[in-house]
T-cell receptor
Framework: GAVVSQHPSWVICKSGTSVKIECRSL??????MFWYRQFPKQSLMLMAT?????????EQGVEKDKFLINHASLTLSTLTVTSAHPEDSSFYIC?????????????FGPGTRLTVT | AQSVTQPDIHITVSEGASLELRCNYS??????LFWYVQSPGQGLQLLLK??????LVQGIKGFEAEFKRSQSSFNLRKPSVHWSDAAEYFC?????????FGAGTILRVKS
């Protein structure tokens, strides 16, 4: 149990376009999901916390208008990178937390590699 | 503010040798502590966690970690490393909400 999927796993887009990444909890309900960014050979940096039915909470320095997060249901959160630029190229990883019990554990998706040309 | 330090960027061990990966944290209260493993291009897999109770915790794949409050440490150990253990290992501290990750330690296993 506690499986999190991401789609797509890999995407290339042109500069100026928008890209949507989906994060799904497959076998549990997740009131809260998290979005991380990981640069090559670096650690994960939390971008935002996504709560079902409410606005996401962004970490300091993360542009909320550039990284749009929607948590439409208890099993789905999406991250849209708007007007992408080459510096947005990165590995984006989501995680999900149980709605009930074990709420302090996060389960991670396999990540999405975004390349902006 | 919470912080995690993994002092070793790279570690190389021989297959069959023992392993210890270091992790020190800074946190005001008793933290939730985690070790994750990441293979190249993959997400993170939880190896083990500590919330309370016995300070020696067992995880998957033969890993264990010991919480030492006096040293603010949560070091990961394995008695005998296998070639498949080569990956990057992240220590993380949480408050029940957010997680803060260390910089990671890349483990190389030589045959």
């Amino acid at each position: 149990g506690a499986v999190v999927s991401q789609h797509p796993s890999w995407v290339i887009c042109k500069s100026g376009t928008s890209v949507k990444i989906e994060c799904r909890s497959l076998d549990f309900q997740a009131t809260t999901m998290f979005w991380y960014r990981q640069f090559p050979k670096q650690s994960l940096m939390l971008m935002a916390t996504s709560n079902e039915g409410s606005k996401a909470t962004y970490e300091q320095g993360v542009e909320k208008d550039k990284f749009l997060i929607n948590h439409a249901s208890l099993t789905l959160s999406t991250l849209t990178v708007t007007s992408a630029h080459p510096e947005d190229s990165s590995f984006y990883i989501c995680s999900a937390r149980f709605s009930q019990g074990r709420s302090y554990e996060q389960y991670f998706g396999p990540g999405t590699r975004l390349t902006v040309t | 503010a919470q912080s995690v330090t993994q002092p070793d960027i790279h570690i190389t061990v021989s297959e069959g040798a023992s392993l210890e990966l270091r992790c020190n944290y800074s946190y005001g209260a008793t933290p939730y502590l985690f070790w994750y493993v990441q293979s190249p291009g993959q997400g993170l897999q939880l190896l083990l966690k500590y919330f309370s109770g016995d300070t020696l915790v067992q995880g998957i794949k033969g890993f264990e970690a010991e919480f030492k409050r006096s040293q603010s440490s949560f070091n990961l150990r394995k008695p005998s490393v296998h070639w498949s253990d080569a990956a990057e290992y992240f220590c993380a501290v949480g408050d029940g909400n957010k997680l803060v990750f260390g910089a990671g330690t890349i483990l190389r296993v030589k045959s």
